[in-house]
């Protein structure tokens, strides 16, 4: 059972123009929410996160937004650059000391 | 600032061969993890460990093996290698106060024939 659900494996988007990426959950257990990024032959690095008890976080052109009542986050990139072109990972903590994360998208910047 | 690293890159295995990945971090953190990212499957927790002595399993547990005498070092021991553990492995460490920020290594790409 897939708790951590991201349902679109790709986006493509055009220079300069806002990127959303999306994220859905299950478990209301889940109290702290990260997005990681990733490029081919690396591993995933950190970009944003949210706790539980917040509706956004902003860090520059980043910003992660979480809907509790929809168990629903979105990950918005503005403006889009081709550099941001890589596969979004969303993530979730629970009580425990396991990170739970989806499938990951795919996003593609074109200049 | 080497972070979490990562031996061997690549590997080819025969099945039922065993081999260990090895993984090291430079930052003194006390949690430890490994995943396997699978086409079309995301990051999976095979196992972590809070602490020198402390392990524990995660989503995709069976046919891997871990210990953790140091805090630095981390690593997974396939027994018996079977082709469903062709994948790629990363594993990952972060600070106790902000343990789901996690820093990955670059990945160890594993093959079973």
């Known amino acids: 059972d897939q708790q951590v659900k991201q349902n679109s494996p790709s986006l493509s988007v055009q220079e300069g123009r806002i990127s959303i990426l999306n994220c859905d959950y299950t478990?209301?257990?889940?109290?702290?929410f990260l997005w990681y990024k990733k490029y081919p032959a690396e591993g995933p690095t950190f970009l944003i996160s949210?706790?539980?008890?917040?509706d956004k976080n902003e860090d520059g052109r980043f910003t992660v937004f979480l809907n509790k009542s929809a168990k629903h986050l979105s990950l918005h990139i503005v403006p889009s650059q081709p550099g941001d072109s890589a596969v979004y990972f969303c993530?979730?903590?629970?009580?425990?000391?396991?990170?739970?994360f989806g499938k990951g998208t795919l996003l593609t910047v074109n200049p | 600032n080497a972070g979490v690293t990562q031996t061997p890159k690549f590997q080819v295995l025969k099945t039922g061969q065993s081999m260990t990945l090895q993984c090291a971090q430079d930052?003194?953190?006390?949690?430890m993890s490994w995943y396997r990212q699978d086409p079309g499957m995301g990051l999976r927790l095979i196992h972590y460990?809070?602490?020198?002595?402390?392990?524990d399993q995660g989503e995709v547990p069976n046919g891997y093996n871990v210990s953790r005498s140091t805090t630095e070092d981390f690593p997974l021991r396939l027994l018996s290698a079977a082709p469903s553990q062709t994948s790629v492995y990363f594993c990952?460490?972060?600070?106790?106060?902000?343990?789901?920020?996690?820093?990955f290594g670059e990945g160890s790409r594993l093959t079973v024939l």
């Open positions: 460990s809070v602490g020198a002595g402390i392990t």
């Open positions: 993530a979730a903590k629970g009580s425990n000391y396991k990170l739970t």
């Open positions: 478990n209301s257990m889940f109290d702290y």
């Open positions: 930052m003194n953190h006390e949690y």
């Open positions: 990952a460490s972060s600070d106790g106060q902000f343990w789901g920020e996690l820093f």
């Open positions: 949210i706790s539980s008890i917040k």
